[in-house]
């Protein structure tokens, strides 16, 4: 069975850090590619970053770029989220989703998605 | 980047009948080179995270019973719910897959009348 799980999610301070972490199990971690979305209280979805199997494709969206750090261990099986200069529109729940894999490689739809853990930014 | 824009953002249908959900983006999610359209749709419930229903526009994932239906091409697409049953109160997204950033829809919530 597929499992997604993060951990990490806190309070933190406007400018402080937090890393979440995905830990995946029931496949092979090493054949896929990884993503966080978010969702912020009562609102849509947002795609946030994206790592592809081998950490050579890395993607951010404007609204992180500069300050969140995508990154995976494939000897944990785990995908990692680093957040730094935390500010309160970043306060969601945040997803580790598994990407859509097929023959023709790895797509950015998602097919699996964790629980998620919630971020509060706030003073 | 490509905007997606769903309509409309709530529904109310009765049971048994038919719930259509548009989607529409703001540059084709065509991709010429193997003719597939870059999109998908998703389920929320309350306090769950999202549920692939719909991929490559109108293949349905594995276990999303046929009364789900996904349709369109280029800029232009369709989640349809043939006969609407209890559970499927959710918020339904979709989403472009064909180019960074890759944007969710703004969700239409789906209710029973």
């Given at each position: 069975?597929?499992?997604?799980?993060?951990?990490?999610?806190d309070?933190?301070?406007?400018?402080?850090?937090?890393?979440?972490?995905?830990?995946?199990?029931?496949?092979?971690?090493?054949?896929?590619?990884?993503?966080?979305?978010?969702?912020?209280?009562?609102?849509?979805?947002?795609?946030?970053?994206?790592?592809?199997?081998?950490?050579?494709?890395?993607?951010?969206?404007?609204?992180?770029?500069?300050?969140?750090?995508?990154?995976?261990?494939?000897?944990?099986?785990?995908?990692?989220?680093?957040?730094?200069?935390?500010?309160?529109?970043?306060?969601?729940?945040?997803?580790?989703?598994?990407?859509?894999?097929?023959?023709?490689?790895?797509?950015?739809?998602?097919d699996?998605?964790?629980?998620?853990?919630?971020?509060?930014?706030?003073? | 980047?490509?905007?997606m824009?769903?309509?409309?953002d709530?529904?109310?249908?009765?049971?048994?009948e038919?719930?259509t959900?548009?989607?529409?983006?703001?540059?084709?999610?065509?991709?010429?080179?193997?003719?597939?359209n870059?999109?998908?749709?998703?389920?929320?419930?309350?306090?769950?995270?999202?549920?692939?229903?719909?991929?490559?526009?109108?293949?349905?994932?594995?276990?999303v019973?046929?009364?789900f239906?996904?349709?369109g091409?280029?800029?232009?697409?369709?989640?349809?719910?043939?006969?609407?049953?209890?559970?499927?109160?959710?918020?339904?997204?979709?989403?472009?897959?064909?180019?960074?950033?890759?944007r969710?829809?703004?969700?239409?919530k789906?209710?029973?009348?």
């Amino acid at each position: 069975e597929v499992q997604l799980v993060e951990s990490g999610g806190d309070l933190v301070k406007p400018g402080g850090s937090l890393r979440l972490s995905c830990a995946a199990s029931g496949f092979t971690f090493t054949s896929y590619s990884f993503n966080w979305v978010r969702q912020a209280p009562g609102r849509g979805l947002e795609w946030v970053s994206s790592i592809s199997s081998s950490s050579g494709y890395i993607y951010y969206a404007d609204s992180v770029k500069g300050r969140f750090t995508i990154s995976r261990d494939d000897a944990k099986n785990s995908l990692y989220l680093q957040m730094n200069s935390l500010r309160a529109e970043d306060t969601a729940v945040y997803y580790c989703a598994r990407s859509y894999c097929d023959g023709s490689g790895c797509h950015r739809l998602f097919d699996y998605w964790g629980q998620g853990a919630l971020v509060t930014v706030s003073s | 980047d490509i905007v997606m824009t769903q309509s409309p953002d709530s529904l109310a249908v009765s049971l048994g009948e038919r719930a259509t959900i548009n989607c529409k983006s703001s540059q084709s999610v065509l991709y010429s080179s193997n003719n597939k359209n870059y999109l998908a749709w998703y389920q929320q419930k309350p306090g769950q995270p999202p549920k692939l229903l719909i991929y490559w526009a109108s293949l349905r994932e594995s276990g999303v019973p046929d009364r789900f239906s996904g349709s369109g091409s280029g800029t232009d697409f369709t989640l349809t719910i043939s006969s609407l049953q209890a559970e499927d109160v959710a918020v339904y997204y979709c989403q472009q897959y064909h180019s960074s950033p890759y944007r969710f829809g703004q969700g239409t919530k789906l209710e029973i009348k």
